[in-house]
């Protein structure tokens, strides 16, 4: 089951050039198409499926700087201002409320790991505040837990993944941008080598630059082109609750669940201590640039070798331009949902918040996470070809930031002085 997502009236026509060419219809390769139109660059986005129909309408919907890690945080920061005003923007609500995230503890280490994240964003000024137990009380009444502490920071929100995509699609077309659903990019076309087309499986289309943002097909994508990028999927299974009266209208994150407000006044639960690890071939070939990533995580890892490891194995790594592509065959990554996971959040949650035994659930799905070796995204030019630049690997939190990462992305293809320093989004890094 997939969310349900707000419906974007698309092409059907393929035009035949562009200056830039976006490869993936999720939230950043749109708020980028937002961008380049607002500045009159001719823009395509391609979708091989529907619109936001994998992660960007399968996330949580947190927009949060609390426990990123530094270097991400301006990214972060600058997405707060843009989120503020994307409703006037797009004209359109994209759901954002600034109503504050808590992450809370129920152990001293526990505790201790949000302590040293705040000492080293001291600098950045934020407005994030350490909390004790009676504190957590004050501010998400009706608790049952004696926790060892908390943080919160009241700047941090909440966007729609289901209403967001879609505003910023629609904003996006009536300022001159194509995007085409149903439409696989199956190659990269090159001339002297450098970028000088695409070609999908409707035709060619030529244009100056690409950019890919394709999420956790992307790896398979530049793999065809012999081009490295290193990104591992995780499996997060979701639930969302009727509507439902519960006092706060703050988003909590625990050791093992995590709730916030959803705008039809139900809640988005997922259990946040684990996450489904399947196997594939990639963990033979890059595993071990992991190993840092596991040691710190593999208590929240349930590995395991099941339906989205065979499908993973099914699929070409190598195809020809007349071949029918990986991207035709599945069209939307719907992963199947581990409803014990959800099971397990939400005993968890009641047992903290006893408000929450009235939940019942409307819906579930679950989404496929691209997670990258040092869980920061790549933002940038692949200097080994001319013109295709990426916005990728966003290792399950690119949502939030996505207002700032897209226009980064923009920023960096038209020339334009970056929004935030890219240094940390460098492709290379990771080469």
Excluded at 53 to 82: M, Y
Excluded at 158 to 183: F, M, Y
């Amino acid at each position: 089951m997939s969310p349900r997502i707000d419906p974007v009236n698309t092409s059907t026509m393929i035009p035949t050039q562009s200056t830039v060419v976006i490869v993936g219809g999720g939230i950043i390769g749109l708020v980028a198409a937002l961008n380049l139109a607002e500045r009159n660059i001719p823009v395509v986005v391609i979708e091989k499926g529907k619109l936001a129909a994998e992660q960007s309408s399968r996330n949580l919907g947190w927009v949060r700087k609390t426990s990123r890690l530094p270097e991400d945080i301006p990214l972060a920061q600058a997405a707060d201002r843009l989120w503020a005003t994307m409703a006037e923007r797009v004209g359109s609500d994209v759901g954002y409320r600034q109503a504050g995230i808590m992450f809370v503890a129920r152990r001293a280490d526990q505790m201790a790991m949000h302590e040293r994240w705040f000492e080293h964003v001291k600098h950045l000024q934020l407005d994030s505040a350490l909390l004790s137990s009676a504190e957590i009380a004050r501010r998400v009444p009706g608790g049952n837990c004696a926790w060892a502490g908390g943080i919160f920071t009241p700047s941090d929100g909440r966007a729609e993944p289901t209403k967001a995509a879609s505003a910023i699609a629609k904003a996006a077309q009536r300022l001159g941008a194509v995007i085409v659903e149903n439409c696989a990019v199956r190659s990269l076309v090159t001339s002297g080598g450098r970028i000088s087309g695409v070609l999908t499986e409707r035709g060619e289309i030529k244009c100056e630059q690409v950019l890919l943002a394709a999420g956790a097909w992307s790896r398979r994508f530049l793999i065809n082109h012999h081009i490295a990028l290193p990104t591992l999927p995780l499996i997060c299974s979701v639930l969302q609750t009727k509507p439902l009266e519960v006092p706060t209208d703050i988003a909590v994150g625990a050791p093992d669940f995590s709730f916030r407000r959803h705008h039809t006044g139900g809640f988005i639960v997922t259990q946040r201590g684990a996450l489904d690890a399947p196997l594939t071939l990639d963990h033979m070939l890059i595993g071990l640039r992991y190993r840092q990533q596991l040691k710190q995580g593999r208590g929240n890892l349930r590995i395991g070798f099941g339906r989205y490891s065979f499908q993973d194995l099914r699929l070409a790594r190598h195809w020809k331009e007349n071949q029918r592509t990986p991207f035709e065959q599945i069209r939307t990554l719907d992963p199947q949902v581990n409803s014990g996971l959800n099971q397990e959040a939400l005993k968890n949650l009641i047992e903290a918040w006893p408000a929450f035994k009235a939940a019942q659930i409307a819906q579930q799905w679950a989404g496929v996470i691209d997670v990258t070796p040092d869980s920061n995204p790549v933002i940038g030019p692949v200097t080994s070809l001319p013109g295709l630049f990426l916005a990728t690997g966003f290792s399950g939190h690119g949502f939030g930031t996505s207002p700032a990462a897209g226009q980064l992305a923009a920023d960096i293809l038209s020339g334009q002085s970056p929004l935030v320093d890219p240094a940390p989004y460098r492709y290379e890094r990771l080469s």
